[in-house]
Nanobody, 126 residues
Framework: QVQLVESGGGLVQAGDSLRLSCAAS????????MGWFRQAPGQEREFVAG????????YYGDFVKGRFTISRDSAENTVSLQMNSLKPEDTATYYC???????????????????WGQGTQVTVSS
């Protein structure tokens, strides 16, 4: 059973940067696509970024493209999300998730992910 723990969230000003990390334990996730999702108060959970099992392919939600970068370190069993030029609308709880199928390509449907972290809060003030 894989455990995912996010960290790195916090309170920042608009234009600042944050780097979120997702540490996986209990199972090696190097053979699975990974993703980041976020959920703001009163909003549905939405796809932020995804990375293929190999790390060779990434995909981003339109609202963060060009500002966020997802990466993974198979040796450390971690996935990161570098967030630059943060905006107040980026305020949300950010979740790390593991893809359901091995050797997965980038996917963005929450139903394609079967393990979730508890989330880390990102708050961006004006």
């Amino acid at each position: 059973q894989v455990q995912l723990v996010e960290s790195g969230g916090g309170l920042v000003q608009a234009g600042d940067s944050l780097r979120l990390s997702c540490a996986a334990s209990g199972r090696i996730v190097s053979h699975y696509a990974m993703g980041w999702f976020r959920q703001a108060p009163g909003q549905e959970r939405e796809f932020v970024a995804g990375i293929s099992w190999s790390g060779g392919t990434t995909y981003y939600g339109d609202f963060v493209k060009g500002r966020f970068t997802i990466s993974r370190d198979s040796a450390e069993n971690t996935v990161s999300l570098q967030m630059n030029s943060l905006k107040p609308e980026d305020t949300a709880t950010y979740y790390c998730a593991k893809g359901r199928r091995p050797l997965g390509v980038v996917v963005e449907d929450p139903l394609d992910f079967d393990s979730w972290g508890q989330g880390t809060q990102v708050t961006v003030s004006s």
